[in-house]
């Protein structure tokens, strides 16, 4: 059974920086699409970034391009997403996501590209 496990959110100020955590179980980790995505409420979940863990191909959103950097741990079986300079609009429900595919692209960061998801984590930036 396929998990997927957020940690690491939390409040900051405008200009700080947070780790998030994605804990992965119930498959192998190599050779997937996966993700991290976000959400306001009442608005629709969007793609903030993707790894492909076969390799090390990632596509970031434009709006967080040079800011935020994912990575994958394998020794840890993890999916990281180090954010920085954060602003109060990247506060949001952050949710990890896997797609079961040999690979990544820009499409991967449509909501619909994901079979699997966490449960989510808050983070909040005040100004």
């Known amino acids: 059974q396929v998990q997927l496990v957020e940690s690491g959110g939390g409040s900051v100020q405008a200009g700080g920086s947070l780790r998030l955590s994605c804990g992965t179980s119930g498959f192998t980790m190599n050779r997937n699409c996966m993700g991290w995505f976000r959400q306001l409420p009442g608005k629709e979940r969007e793609g903030v970034a993707v790894?492909?863990?076969?390799?090390?191909?990632?596509f970031y959103a434009d709006s967080v391009k040079g800011r935020f950097t994912i990575s994958q741990d394998k020794a840890k079986n993890t999916i990281d997403l180090q954010m920085t300079n954060l602003s109060p609009e990247d506060s949001a429900m952050y949710y990890c996501?896997?797609?079961?595919?040999?690979?990544?692209?820009?499409?991967?960061?449509?909501?619909?590209?994901?079979?699997?998801w966490g449960k989510g984590i808050l983070v909040t930036v005040s100004s």
């Open positions: 790894i492909y863990t076969g390799g090390w191909s990632t």
């Open positions: 996501a896997l797609a079961p595919m040999l690979g990544c692209g820009t499409y991967s960061l449509r909501s619909s590209a994901m079979s699997y």
